[in-house]
């Protein structure tokens, strides 16, 4: 009768606790049991409805674990969100993302921030050796840690090799490059001991020859280069201009400009212009623009004349196209005709880079 009873009463408890939630209430006292369940294996296994994903506990002698019971990623999540950080199947961990690249262990969906600790932050790299020592690898981060004063750079064998402050200046093997901060274009060496040393803008010249010259317009005369001679010319009653174009180097700063050439017609003189265009533009802008002297139709030597009054002095060559336009004019600074007694040598271009 007894049995009979007891078998009642477990059916009614059964049948009440179906579909119900459960509620635990822990007697007082902080390191009272609430539920213990005492086995290796499988603990406390919770699934969907089709007892496809499942996720609890799990216990033998060498650990515990929380884990998926089925072939799932483990995601984490706070506030009944959705997953912010998973551990994926193949033991990859995500951040902020639940796929992770196939040749990384980690991906993080953000930036990180790095905060000391015992040791300055920053990230260590092993080689392939996975050694501890201090040489065993390489490391990226705060060489200075004092606020105000930080540093960063890289540790390799033992030693910071390269570092830069917070003013942009570099310090490599203990040689400090101050010269690399601030703005502007500077000139970089590496000597024999791999050390980087700065110098000032190098100076450079562009040699532009008769022969690279032709006719603006070609709508007046004969024009002529003559490599034995190395000079060109337009015929005599010519009113056209010659033209090149010229390519420095974008970035380059042009000094002054040097116009080589002969002229014994005391009544002319020759215009020398260097301009520029943009790519979509037919707007010519000056870059240089300047006139040779008139000489003594009895002087036939080559002759020069330095040209400075430079302005868009710095070569952009993402923006402009630039060339050079040589034509004569009278003393008055009319255009005018070529003479016989006219031709060009050559240019010589200043420039520092």
Known sequence: MKNFVFFILSILIINNSLGQSITITPISGVDNEVVKIKKDG???????????VRVGT??????????????????????????????????KVGIGTTTVSANEIMEVNGRMRLSRGTFAS??????????????????????????GSETAGFWLNGAFRWFVDRNGNTTQNSTTISSLAGTGVRSVSVDANGTLTTTAAQTSYLAVSPASFQPRYNNSGTFTSIGLYGHCYMSNGSTDMITTGINLPSGASITNAELFYINT????????????????????????SDITTTVSSSNNDIKSILFENVVNRTIDNSLYNYLILIYPETTGGELSTWSTSMSIKGVKITYTL
């Not at 499988?42 to 496809?52: A, F, K, L, R, Y």
């Not at 650990?63 to 199947?89: R, V, Y």
Request: glycine share 12%; no cysteine; proline share 1%.
């Open 122 to 147: 920053g990230l260590w790299f092993n080689n392939s050796t996975n050694g501890t020592a201090i040489t065993d690898g390489a490391f990226i981060g705060l060489n200075n840690e004092t606020a």
């Open 265 to 288: 017609d005391n009544t002319k003189r020759f215009r020398f212009q260097i301009q520029r265009t943009g790519f979509s533009s037919p707007i010519f802008q000056g870059v240089l």
């Open 58 to 91: 799990y216990v033998h002698s060498g650990g515990a674990f929380i884990q998926t019971h089925s072939d799932h990623n483990l995601n984490f999540s706070t506030n009944n969100g959705n997953a912010q950080m998973t551990l994926t199947t193949s033991g």
């Open 42 to 52: 499988i603990g406390i296994d919770h699934t969907d409805n089709t007892q496809t």
